[in-house]
């Protein structure tokens, strides 16, 4: 089915990057077998940059997500994030980087089902190693960010797929990152909901966030001002608009 794509956004990026990736390689071995996911990867991506990640499964796409969400660290090469070389940092200060650098949102939303959406968007905030005194007023205004501040009070299970994906973005959103991970956030909804959400996306880069978007469709990688395709473990092409 065709979505709607709209005019992506400005092209906001500072000279500062924000990804650094220099040379990454990551080997899986399972058994007496070992199998190369990422192979001699180097890119940076800019603070306020868009950028659609692409390629079929098993291309590498997924790994290197990990990799830039400080959820693995590589068998060889550096990977930094904010100026952080990932590899050097403690796993407390891993937990940290991914609280509060980074937000992250899913193909399936991850939300918990029995639990208002105010609550959801909670969650990081009160994992956080300093806990904020005003932890419902961020929540609240992350979900009026998205347009839910009518829906606070809504289970999970009462919302529909596109509201549950933006309770996953409020809760992405609420600890301020500067960067937002995304996984085929639109995989599981319609054609108007996806453009909806991208359009949110959108919106949120153009407030200065990196977006960094992981997507098979082409149209939704339309979006992005950047578009960088991998395929067996390498980047294949890095095109700008």
Same mark, same amino acid.
């Given at each position: 089915?065709?979505?709607?794509?709209?005019?992506?956004?400005?092209?906001?990026?500072?000279?500062?990057?924000?990804?650094?990736?220099?040379?990454?390689?990551?080997?899986?071995?399972?058994? $007496?077998?070992?199998?190369?996911?990422?192979?001699?990867?180097?890119?940076?991506?800019?603070?306020?940059? =868009?950028?659609?990640?692409?390629?079929?499964?098993?291309?590498?796409?997924?790994? =290197?997500?990990?990799?830039?969400?400080?959820?693995?660290?590589?068998?060889?090469?550096?990977?930094?994030?904010?100026?952080?070389?990932? @590899?050097?940092?403690?796993?407390?200060?891993?937990?940290?980087?991914?609280?509060?650098?980074?937000?992250?949102? =899913?193909?399936?939303?991850?939300?918990?089902?029995?639990?208002?959406?105010?609550?959801?968007?909670?969650?990081?905030?009160?994992? $956080?190693?300093?806990?904020?005194?005003?932890?419902?007023?961020?929540?609240?205004?992350?979900?009026?960010?998205?347009?839910?501040?009518?829906?606070?009070?809504?289970?999970?299970?009462?919302?529909?797929?596109?509201?549950?994906?933006?309770? @996953?973005?409020?809760?992405?959103?609420?600890?301020?990152?500067?960067?937002?991970?995304?996984?085929?956030?639109?995989?599981?909804?319609?054609?108007?909901?996806?453009?909806?959400?991208?359009?949110?996306?959108?919106?949120?880069?153009?407030?200065?966030?990196?977006?960094?978007?992981?997507?098979?469709?082409?149209?939704?990688?339309?979006?992005?001002?950047?578009?960088?395709?991998?395929?067996?473990?390498?980047?294949?092409?890095?095109?700008?608009?």
């Amino acid at each position: 089915m065709e979505k709607v794509v709209s005019a992506p956004a400005p092209h906001v990026v500072t000279a500062k990057p924000i990804i650094v990736c220099e040379q990454v390689c990551k080997d899986y071995v399972t058994g $007496a077998v070992k199998v190369r996911a990422l192979d001699n990867v180097t890119l940076e991506i800019g603070q306020g940059e =868009f950028v659609a990640i692409m390629g079929a499964s098993g291309s590498g796409k997924s790994t =290197f997500m990990n990799m830039v969400g400080a959820l693995d660290t590589p068998t060889s090469g550096t990977i930094s994030i904010n100026g952080s070389n990932i @590899a050097a940092m403690t796993s407390d200060e891993l937990a940290e980087l991914r609280n509060e650098t980074i937000g992250f949102v =899913f193909q399936q939303f991850n939300l918990l089902a029995r639990t208002t959406a105010l609550d959801n968007v909670k969650l990081p905030l009160l994992y $956080a190693s300093d806990k904020p005194d005003d932890i419902e007023e961020r929540a609240e205004d992350a979900l009026k960010t998205v347009g839910l501040g009518d829906r606070m009070d809504h289970m999970s299970s009462q919302l529909s797929g596109g509201q549950q994906q933006r309770v @996953a973005i409020a809760r992405a959103l609420v600890n301020e990152p500067k960067i937002i991970l995304a996984d085929e956030p639109t995989g599981a909804l319609d054609t108007h909901t996806s453009g909806e959400i991208m359009d949110l996306f959108t919106h949120l880069n153009e407030s200065g966030i990196t977006i960094v978007l992981v997507t098979h469709e082409p149209d939704i990688a339309d979006y992005a001002r950047r578009q960088i395709h991998f395929r067996d473990g390498h980047v294949v092409e890095d095109r700008r608009r």
